[in-house]
């Protein structure tokens, strides 16, 4: 081999592995989009539903097709069926719940298709009543596709305490 083809080679070799490295930061790029986008989803449909109460508005824009609810009330009913079968529990208890519901969120967690948030539900001002709730959800195409919930009496807190003892996590 001459000198000139083995330079070649290697401005070659040179040029496969920045395209490699460069293709790599794109996967984490799109896949840090992705994550920034699912979030936003999420938190406008908890924000339409449960503070705007509009029900049938966050289901048309961000619940797909093939939703599941895993809610054990709900549970086997999948499809457009489920998706219909939770738009009406959820607007039953928007509307036992009261015009001054709402939920204040405490902090969202995501990777990928998988978002997470932490809540409190409170049927009106005070606090004193709330719920905690801690939602998951799983999107595809950008739509809400799955969802599960825990819920349990809200930890009593004074102002500005954390949520966890010695732990303290950005807003």
């Known amino acids: 081999m001459t000198m000139r083809t083995m330079m070649i080679l290697r401005l070659l070799g040179l040029c496969a592995g920045c395209f490699a490295a460069a293709g790599c930061a794109t996967a984490v790029l799109f896949e840090q989009e992705l994550t920034k986008t ?3 989803t999420v938190l406008a449909f908890e924000e339409t539903v449960f503070n705007k109460h509009e029900v049938a508005e966050a289901f048309q824009h961000y619940i797909g097709d093939s939703f599941v609810e895993h809610d054990r009330e709900l549970a086997g009913v999948r499809g457009e069926a489920a998706r219909g079968e939770a738009q ?6 928007i509307e036992s719940d009261g015009a001054q519901a709402h939920r204040v969120l405490e902090r969202s967690v995501a990777q990928g298709d998988l978002v997470a948030t932490q809540s409190f539900w409170s049927r009106d001002e005070r606090a004193s009543d ?3 709730v801690v939602d998951f959800y799983r999107l595809s195409a950008g739509r809400i596709v799955e969802h599960w919930d825990v819920i349990g009496v809200a930890p ?4 500005g305490e954390d949520a966890v003892p010695g ?5």
Do not use: D, E, F
Not at 167 to 171: D, G
């Open 38 to 40: 699912n979030t936003q």
């Open 130 to 132: 709330a719920v905690a």
């Open 167 to 171: 732990v303290s996590l950005p807003p």
């Open 88 to 93: 009406r529990a959820y607007a039953g208890l």
């Open 156 to 159: 009593t807190r004074r102002s």
